[in-house]
């Protein structure tokens, strides 16, 4: 399975725009972007996830890059409740359902008032 | 539709004991993953049940196990206690289907071995 890269820590100021970057340099054809976050002591929140088109949801958008090596997590008016940690795994197509998702130690992000 | 359940929230047990943690996935999902979480760690990929059968197992000793039931609850027993297996143990289900499904956690179960 492909690892990923992320920044240890960022901070964001609070209705600003959050950019959290992803790289996933060693990614296949066949595997799927996907971001989690998890705020303190509890269990980690999907977010959103893509294979190479640009996706948006409620909660935020996700951009890949064309040769799908990086990809950047937006959540456009970070709110302090936004304060997580921040995953992003890379998945294969036809591995089936949520099994063994290998996961990085993310991104501390803080949304600072 | 109810989230995926975890219990007992807490959890403190003795070095060299036996524990069993229970997961109830969101109904109608068959697949369940268990994770283990430590601080210097992340999150460690423990196995995956689908249809009562362990179908994917992440490197952690044979102390570790678990079981589904046809109701696609699963518990995971650690036996023998250490210090080590102190942790957040999390349970993530999802529905069968193609890929690019979500997986959903559960609050955790934390353990403190002491």
């Known amino acids: 399975d492909a690892k990923t890269t992320q920044p240890t820590s960022m901070d964001c100021a609070e209705g600003r725009a959050a950019n959290l970057p992803c790289n996933h340099s060693t990614i296949s054809g066949n595997e799927y972007v996907y971001w989690y976050r998890q705020i303190h002591s509890q269990g980690p929140q999907y977010i959103i996830h893509g294979l190479k088109n640009n996706e948006t949801n409620e909660m935020a958008s996700l951009i890949i890059t064309e040769d799908r090596k990086s990809s950047t997590l937006i959540l456009p008016h970070a709110t302090l409740r936004d304060t997580a940690v921040y995953y992003c795994i890379v998945r294969p197509l036809n591995a089936g359902n949520n099994r063994k998702l290998i996961w990085g130690l993310g991104t501390s992000l803080a949304v600072n008032p | 539709k109810a989230g995926v359940t975890q219990t007992p929230r807490y959890l403190i047990k003795t070095r060299g004991q036996q524990v069993t943690l229970s997961c109830s996935p969101i109904?109608?999902?068959?697949?369940v993953s268990w994770y283990q979480q430590t601080p210097g760690q992340g999150l460690q990929f423990l196995f995956e049940?689908?249809?009562?059968?362990?179908?994917n197992k992440g490197n952690f000793p044979g102390r570790f196990s678990g079981r589904q039931f046809s109701n696609s609850r699963s518990e995971m027993n650690v036996s023998t206690l250490e210090l080590g297996d102190s942790a957040l143990y999390l349970c993530?289900?999802?529905?069968?289907?193609?890929?690019?499904?979500?997986?959903?956690f559960g609050q955790g179960t934390r353990l403190t071995v002491v």
């Open positions: 109904s109608g999902h068959r697949s």
């Open positions: 049940y689908f249809s009562e059968t362990q179908r």
């Open positions: 993530a289900s999802s529905s069968p289907g193609q890929g690019g499904t979500e997986a959903f």
